[in-house]
T-cell receptor, first 114, second 116 residues
Framework: DQQVKQNSPSLSVQEGRISILNCDYT??????FLWYKKYPAEGPTFLIS?????DKNEDGRFTVFLNKSAKHLSLHIVPSQPGDSAVYFC?????????????FGQGTELSVKP | GAVVSQHPSWVICKSGTSVKIECRSL??????MFWYRQFPKQSLMLMAT?????????EQGVEKDKFLINHASLTLSTLTVTSAHPEDSSFYIC????????????FGPGTRLTVT
């Protein structure tokens, strides 16, 4: 049972435009949702998170939107830069469950073309 | 920010041997550490949750006798892959939980294990 899903395995965007990465989840008990950026053969790097009680969180070029009724969240990157090219993972955690273990989506590979 | 290291960064071993991977929190204490594995172009799959001073909690389908986890101190957790087989070849990543849930976890750089 895939509790966190990223249905787009890849996304290609032109430099300067907006990148929108999507994520869906099934468990309404998740407390936090997080986005990680990952390069091959490296550990994930934390980007931004959002609490389940909020619907938007912004940090520089990165904004995460949460739609609880739809059990959907998205990461917006604007403007996109070539250095943003990486695999982006959506993750969810529930504090009541083993100290907040993370459940990851399948990842979306973002390619930002100059 | 918090730093998590892993050692070794890559290892090649023969089938039937055991391999130990270390995960250290360098500038903070981690009561809870997590171990993940990632196959090429796939998601990070949680293997187990490691709590200092107690037995690890394994995810469904993960063989606890094959993947031995020890969390003897607040800065060190180890994963030992026993009697390794080629299908155990994967990228193993550890992470440390932090107090602020909004910060998620701090991940190590990963260990590439190849079993020949």
């Amino acid at each position: 049972d895939q509790q966190v899903k990223q249905n787009s395995p890849s996304l290609s965007v032109q430099e300067g435009r907006i990148s929108i990465l999507n994520c869906d989840y099934t468990n309404s008990m998740f407390d936090y949702f997080l986005w990680y950026k990952k390069y091959p053969a490296e550990g994930p790097t934390f980007l931004i998170s959002i609490s389940s009680i909020k619907d938007k969180n912004e940090d520089g070029r990165f904004t995460v939107f949460l739609n609880k009724s739809a059990k959907h969240l998205s990461l917006h990157i604007v403007p996109s830069q070539p250095g943003d090219s990486a695999v982006y993972f959506c993750a969810a955690s529930a504090l009541w469950n083993q100290g907040g273990k993370l459940i990851f989506g399948q990842g979306t590979e973002l390619s930002v073309k100059p | 920010g918090a730093v998590v290291s892993q050692h070794p960064s890559w290892v090649i071993c023969k089938s039937g041997t055991s391999v130990k991977i270390e995960c250290r929190s360098l500038d903070f204490q981690a009561t809870t550490m997590f171990w993940y594995r990632q196959f090429p172009k796939q998601s990070l799959m949680l293997m187990a949750t490691s709590n200092e001073g107690s037995k690890a909690t394994y995810e469904q389908g993960v063989e606890k006798d094959k993947f031995l986890i020890n969390h003897a101190s607040l800065t060190l957790s180890t994963l030992t892959v026993t009697s390794a087989h080629p299908e155990d070849s994967s990228f193993y990543i550890c992470s440390a939980g932090v107090a602020d849930p909004g910060s998620g976890q701090y991940f190590g750089p990963g260990t590439r294990l190849t079993v020949t």
